[in-house]
């Protein structure tokens, strides 16, 4: 099953689950307050399947934002009494587990997908999509926009030889597990998300021109070094679009075709994240 596939189904389903329990409520007419409360739960759903876990919580935030404004006027009645309090959290702890949780089952589920469908397409080293899953990606992606002007973009996110040279492969797996899950959580779910060997990460970005690839290419960057805690040249961003460097991206492709080996514990050479990573850093 692809996800897009069971992203509708879960949509669907998480939306039928919430409406039925609004007529299941046990009082005859639900207040109103409370059934938008519900019809919120489906905005942090649809937030969650679509954006992953950061998406979720932005959802949710806005969920309980929206229903405490909804419950002001209740708080200014009767003051914060134990019932208001406890009905307050109950909708803030749904919310986020729902906006949370749910987003982060859906970002493993994708790759877990992938996985049952084709082992080669995910590289169990990384976690997330393999070399040739990317280049499969950027072919096509290359051609939807030679056919039908479809913007299609590839971020590279690029770790420095010197971050490995002191580590063991335990501690190397640890690094690299760590920047994927941290750009996984931080792209769209209709985002993909590839290795092309130990430090280099590509992010293929469907629909979005190179302006806004360069926008998250800009926020990745500066993002991983924080999550890492390493200096600005430690880690680069580049970004690749159809439109301008469609005979780059086909020749990235071909370099990534072979590459559907597992990621071993060894420094990406500086020859292949030069060919890999072709214009000058964005940060």
């Not at 082992?119 to 899953?133: E, M, T």
């Not at 805690?229 to 071909?254: C, F, I, N």
């Amino acid at each position: 099953m692809k996800y897009t596939h069971f992203e509708v189904l879960a949509f669907v389903l998480g939306s039928a689950a919430v409406v039925t329990s609004i007529f299941l409520a046990p009082t005859e007419f639900p207040q109103a307050a409370e059934v938008t409360a519900q019809l919120l739960l489906i905005a942090v759903l649809a937030g969650a399947l679509h954006w992953g876990r950061n998406g979720g919580f932005l959802s949710a935030l806005v969920a309980i934002a929206v229903y405490v404004a909804m419950r002001v006027p209740l708080l200014h009645s009767e003051g914060l009494s134990r019932e208001l309090l406890t009905l307050l959290g109950t909708r803030a702890l749904t919310y986020a587990l729902v906006g949370v949780v749910g987003g982060e089952l859906a970002a493993r589920i994708k790759y877990l997908f992938a996985r049952i469908e084709n082992d080669s397409l995910v590289d169990p080293f990384s976690g997330v999509y393999s070399a040739r899953y990317a280049a499969d990606s950027i072919l096509s992606g290359v051609g939807q926009w030679d056919r039908y002007q479809t913007e299609y973009s590839v971020v590279t996110v690029t770790l420095s030889d010197e971050m490995f040279a002191s580590y063991k492969s335990r501690r190397i797996r640890h690094m690299v597990r760590q920047v994927a899950n941290y750009v996984r959580n931080d792209i769209r779910m209709v985002d993909d998300l590839a290795t092309g060997g130990v430090g280099t990460f590509y992010i293929l970005l469907p629909r979005t021109d190179a302006g806004g690839a360069a926008v998250v290419a800009a926020r990745l960057s500066a993002g991983v070094r924080d999550s890492l805690g390493v200096t600005e040249d430690a880690v680069h961003a580049t970004v690749l679009s159809a439109a301008q460097d469609a005979p780059t991206l086909k020749s990235l492709a071909a370099e990534l075709s072979p590459v559907a080996r597992v990621s071993a514990p060894q420094p990406v050479s500086d020859d292949r994240r030069a060919s890999a990573t072709p214009q000058e850093p964005l940060a």
